[in-house]
């Protein structure tokens, strides 16, 4: 079975500060994606990454950077938290390009930001 | 651009009653349809899926039709059971220059009552 996992399932930071999102997948995929979920609002895309080292925005990329070293890890990074920010924090990936390939979820990591 | 739109819940039943979610859908090309479920506390997993037009998916008793003429995909399944409570997400991707990205619903809630 595919697995995607992520860093924390809760996380509280205070503005201002730096936070790192973690996501891992263990199936070799090459495609990995942020979103984010808010009631009434559905899963928005933040950023995605077809390869080690390149990155898409999405959707709703302000406020956000990512990082993909490496082939299995995906990184959402906040620069500077903000509490428009608090959301449900989805990752995940799939194995190619094709418009027809499903993509596995992780868990989800909830920020809370004071 | 592409967008999809899914009716509004929460949408409450009883045990046995006979489900449909409705979901259409606006695309610019010839969009793969998805329906993927959402159980509490977890990460968004697929349900069932088609590709191409007069498809249908199925999947645990869920069924849902691609209608390119109507421009919808909408869920069913005949009897409900408690343990489908949960959040449904009807999703649409397209290929763009070489890569898909997943454009989601709002989602719908649903309740099943024994």
């Known amino acids: 079975d595919v697995k995607v996992t992520q860093s924390s399932r809760y996380l509280v930071k205070r503005t201002g500060e730096k936070v790192f999102l973690e996501c891992v997948q263990d199936m070799d995929h090459e495609n990995m994606f942020w979103y984010r979920q808010d009631p009434g609002l559905g899963l928005r895309l933040i950023y995605f990454s077809y390869d080690v080292k390149m990155k898409e925005k999405g959707d709703i990329p302000e406020g956000y950077s990512v990082s993909r070293e490496k082939k299995e890890r995906f990184s959402l990074i906040l620069e500077s938290a903000s509490t428009n920010q608090t959301s449900m924090y989805l990752c995940a990936s799939s194995f190619a390009a094709s418009g027809t390939d499903t993509q596995y979820f992780g868990p989800g990591t909830r920020l809370t930001v004071l | 651009g592409n967008s999809v739109t899914q009716m509004e819940g929460p949408v409450t039943l009883s045990e046995e009653a006979f489900l449909t979610i409705n979901c259409t859908y606006t695309?610019?090309?010839?969009?793969?349809l998805f329906w993927y479920v959402q159980y509490p506390g977890e990460g968004l997993q697929l349900l069932l899926k088609?590709?191409?037009?007069?498809d249908k998916g199925s999947n645990k008793g869920f069924e849902a039709t691609y209608r390119k003429e109507t421009t919808s995909f909408h869920l069913e399944k005949g009897s409900v059971q408690v343990s489908d409570s949960a959040v449904y997400f009807c999703?649409?991707?397209?290929?763009?220059?070489?890569?898909?990205?997943?454009?989601f619903g709002k989602g719908t809630m649903l309740l099943v009552s024994p």
């Open positions: 088609a590709t191409k037009a007069d």
């Open positions: 695309a610019t090309g010839y969009p793969s």
């Open positions: 999703a649409l991707t397209l290929m763009n220059s070489g890569y898909s990205t997943l454009t």
